[in-house]
């Protein structure tokens, strides 16, 4: 998608500039009261990626059955992501190329980098796209006004992990 991504609708709400010409109400296709089981047909680590992901994505409403074709190809990225940087920890990030004259004999070898890395380096950039379209990066929740999913903004969860601020208590009392 190129240029700026637009707002939601409920942020056009609280800043005044909702205009029912311009900012319709979404469509939804498809339902949201599907089970969404993970597909039969990924690999077990990949259903454990889609487990792990499509309860929260359901629960905060942006996933439906419309989207599973997407949030597949989600799933499938993250796996091949992992896949890639487990075989750079295993082998490094340089691979040892073996060279081979025209007898077919193996004459030495040749440093160069891992496959695995330009693997990974893609998929890490379509995970950004994915993960920007389901909201799953902090400026995307905020951009689908998702910033209080859990019930507390950022800054009070943050706050209930850290404990109260103390300037916000009162000062004590003196006798």
Do not use: C
Not at 9 to 15: A, D, F, S, T
Not at 122 to 144: C, K, N, V, W
């Amino acid at each position: 998608m190129r240029g700026r991504p637009p707002k939601p609708m409920e942020q056009h709400q609280i800043e005044g500039t909702f205009r029912p010409d311009r900012h319709t109400l979404p469509v939804v296709l498809g339902s949201r009261d599907v089970a969404l089981a993970a597909p039969d047909h990924l690999e077990p680590r990949q259903q454990e990626i889609w487990e792990s992901l499509v309860a929260e994505l359901t629960d905060a409403n942006i996933l439906n059955t419309t989207d599973l074709v997407a949030f597949e190809g989600l799933v499938i990225i993250i796996d091949h992501l992992r896949e890639a940087q487990l075989d750079i920890r295993e082998n490094g990030l340089l691979i040892d190329e073996p060279k081979f004259n025209k007898d077919g004999e193996e004459i030495g070898s040749v440093r160069k980098r891992n496959p695995a890395h330009a693997v990974a380096k893609d998929s890490l950039s379509l995970l950004r796209q994915y993960a920007e379209q389901f909201g799953l990066s902090p400026s995307a929740r905020a951009r689908l006004g998702l910033t209080r999913i859990t019930g507390m903004t950022a800054v009070e969860q943050l706050q209930g992990k850290l404990g109260a601020n103390p300037m916000d208590e009162p000062p004590e009392e003196e006798q």
